[in-house]
């Protein structure tokens, strides 16, 4: 596997998986820089997300790589996204430039059926997640920092009108880039009662 050595924490190659997987923060695109991911290592990502638990093999989801040349076209929409919400110059200007945000950016798409009785709609988002998640590791072992950014300009009318195909939503989009600083926890995760025996209801 080729993986990329930023001078910022890279994993040792010899790291079992879950060391690496437990040391997995995400990081702003305010902290990378180029280069993201090539076209293979985004493969390889892609190969990831499709080991994530999917049931009925529905596979609820997509994506998209938005390129260099083609960020001016998203600011136009996140900047349409900022004017219909009355937002002012200042956050217009801003919305604009979380278009040029990160050196790779990818774009989710979900798509949920409501009429699979097997397979509800929760399961079908859980399926979504754990994809997502699985491509979110991979691009940390890999050694990239990424990010996923949404907010309400995910569900524009312009924004999912030019990302999704007719049932689909936009989830949001993932920042990709070689991080400039060490990755850190927000805050310490804790586990203490996320997993708990059963208790059997008395009947
Ligand atoms: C679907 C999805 C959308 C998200 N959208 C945003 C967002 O718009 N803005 C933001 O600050 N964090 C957003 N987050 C959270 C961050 O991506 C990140 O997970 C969070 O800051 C916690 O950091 P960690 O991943 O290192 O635990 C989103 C997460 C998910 C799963």
């Avoid at 900047?79 to 790779?104: L, Y």
């Amino acid at each position: 596997m080729q993986t990329h050595t930023p001078d910022t924490g890279a994993i040792p190659a010899d790291s079992m998986p879950l060391t690496a997987l437990l040391s997995r923060h995400s990081i702003g695109p305010r902290w990378m820089v180029a280069p993201g991911p090539d076209d293979d290592q985004l493969a390889l990502a892609v190969q990831a997300a499709l080991r994530a638990p999917n049931h009925g093999r529905m596979r609820p989801w997509r994506m998209v790589t938005v390129s260099e040349a083609q960020r001016p076209a998203l600011a136009d929409l996140f900047e349409q996204f900022a004017r219909d919400s009355g937002k002012s110059e200042e956050d217009v200007a801003i919305e604009r430039e979380r278009a040029f945000n990160g050196p790779v950016l990818v774009a989710w798409m979900a798509r949920i059926d409501t009429g699979v009785a097997k397979v509800p709609p929760h399961e079908q988002w859980i399926c979504v997640g754990g994809a997502l998640s699985n491509f979110m590791n991979a691009l940390h072992f890999m050694g990239y920092g990424a990010k996923i950014l949404s907010g309400r300009k995910c569900q524009h009318p312009a924004l999912v009108e030019a990302f999704c195909a007719p049932g689909e939503q936009l989830v949001g989009f993932v920042c990709i880039g070689t991080p400039t600083r060490a990755l850190e926890p927000r805050e310490p995760d804790e586990a203490t009662g996320l997993l708990q025996a059963w208790s059997v209801p008395a009947r």
